[in-house]
């Protein structure tokens, strides 16, 4: 879900040399160029599962693997994109889960261009979210990382996980 800390998991398998696609950046590529004026960018990827298919998104995203062994996809949103990912191999799920609250804060001191910045309308993304099939997704998960106080303490569940699945 959004500001769980998905981003800094993916920062540490960079950091040891893993190729990370970021499905929200492979979309928000193709965002700036086809969304309709005044198109948020969850309105566009609802629009592109419904144009291509749930596993759009994951399709889009294996186009920027070249020859890496191993590839993290950060954002995976339903499991149809899971689908597409196994045709490449072998997938690992790996959840990271923050509590509401918690991940409310972080996206509010963060304020990302298109991050909505107030309570009400995080609740309706992560609906969006739920409804898009991620629940799905984490329920399924080969392993959760919790996501609930410090970076510093997530950082060393991260670095662990990372140290097991490398």
């Known amino acids: 879900m959004p500001g769980s800390g998905k981003g800094e998991l993916a920062k540490l398998f960079q950091e040891m040399n893993v190729k990370v696609i970021t499905m929200s950046d492979v ?28 596993g759009v998104v994951a399709k889009m995203s294996i186009e920027k693997i070249h020859n890496e062994k191993i590839v993290v996809f ?17 997938v690992i799920i790996v959840a990271v889960h923050s509590p509401p609250k918690v991940r409310y804060e972080r996206l509010l001191k963060r304020a990302r261009k298109d991050d909505t910045l107030t309570v009400e309308g ?37 670095k662990e996980l990372v140290k097991r699945l490398l």
């Open 27 to 54: 979309l928000r590529e193709r965002y700036y160029k086809e969304a309709k004026e005044g198109e948020r960018l969850m309105d566009f990827a609802i629009r592109m599962r419904k144009l291509y298919g749930k």
């Open 122 to 158: 995080l609740m309706k993304r992560d609906w969006e979210e739920l409804e898009m099939g991620i629940g799905n997704v984490i329920a399924l998960a080969d392993y959760v990382l919790v996501n609930d106080s410090t970076i510093e303490e997530f950082k060393n569940k991260a």
């Open 74 to 90: 950060d954002g995976v949103r339903n499991w149809e994109e899971i689908e597409e990912f196994k045709k490449l191999g072998e």
